[in-house]
């Protein structure tokens, strides 16, 4: 369906080649390539200032590239700027409804300002506030939400005319898990009905959730890309983790472990829970009976694969959930120079 969407042009609803943008002495994007399917989510994977917002603002014709091209649905972002703003709606990581209309003034005022006639532009938003489970709440002031509720809107806003591609930028940072399982499934939605989605996120466990291949982004540079599995297969075949029934033996199960099994065991935040990595699972049997054989008691454990927090921590050496840092603060300044430019 998605194919047919675009008619004679490429099945990539992306494809872009050393993309480089630099804020000063940032340079936050470094030659990123993409090739995003049409009809699929796509994940953009980082923590705060990786470049993940100022690559989507270049895909979205917002910046301009110092180096490297990119086409959208078929057309340059930099000649072809009008038409790639005619088919793509772009959610940033902050509401951009007005706060001081209601739901449904909101959805009205943006149908009327992208061409709709006074019936057709109520009639856009009564299908929006359904849609979006806001019917109830469509003649409050946007001010009264709640983050979910505002999210969704936002959202619902980005679809007064429903894009061929949106791009979403950290749609859930700050909500609840009820808000993010919402706005999960208006995303499986809208690839339902055929949209391409360009999803960054903070969260690894959204991308797992949604994405259908995955690029993990640091420090300007794509690291690493594929499906969840590809990527979690490409740092071990598998993942132990233990816990122990005393955190005082921890160190002496994480000493045998590490002889047993033959590479490095980690300490967890839970004091009697150790993980590692593992490429031989059949190893894991006579490490745990090593266990028992010195008297440290095991209350659980499990193999499988690894998560793609491990994943991440093994291709950065840093988690993906980090707190803001001087990079970000500086990368979001210089974007706003930018702008004001």
Known sequence: MSDQRLGSQSPLAIEASGLVKTFGSTR???GVDLAVRAGTVYGFLGPNGAGKTTTIRMLATLLVPDEGSAQVLGHDIVSEADAVRSKVSLTGQFASVDDELTGRENLVLLGRL?????TQAKARADDLLDAFELADAAGRQVETYSGGM???????????????????????????PRSRNQVWEIVRALVGQGTSVLLTTQYLDEADQLANRIAVVDHGKVIAEGTSAELKASVGSGSVHV???????????????????GVPVNLE????????RVDDPERVAGALGELARAGVAVSEFSLG?????????????????????????????????????
């Open 28 to 30: 936050a994007v470094d």
């Open 114 to 118: 992208l061409g709709y006639d006074k």
């Open 150 to 176: 505002r999210r969704r809107l936002d959202i619902a806003a980005s679809l007064v005319v429903p894009p061929e591609l949106l791009f979403l930028d950290e749609p859930t940072t700050g909500l609840d």
């Open 243 to 261: 816990r122990l029934g005393d955190a005082d033996r921890r160190p002496e199960a994480q000493s045998v472990l590490t002889a047993n099994l």
């Open 269 to 276: 935040a839970d004091p009697v829970s150790l993980t590692a």
């Open 305 to 341: 694969q690894p998560s793609l927090d491990e994943v991440f921590l093994a291709l950065t050496g840093h988690p993906a959930e980090v707190p803001e840092d001087d990079d970000d603060t500086r990368e979001r300044a210089d974007e706003d120079e930018e702008d004001a430019a």
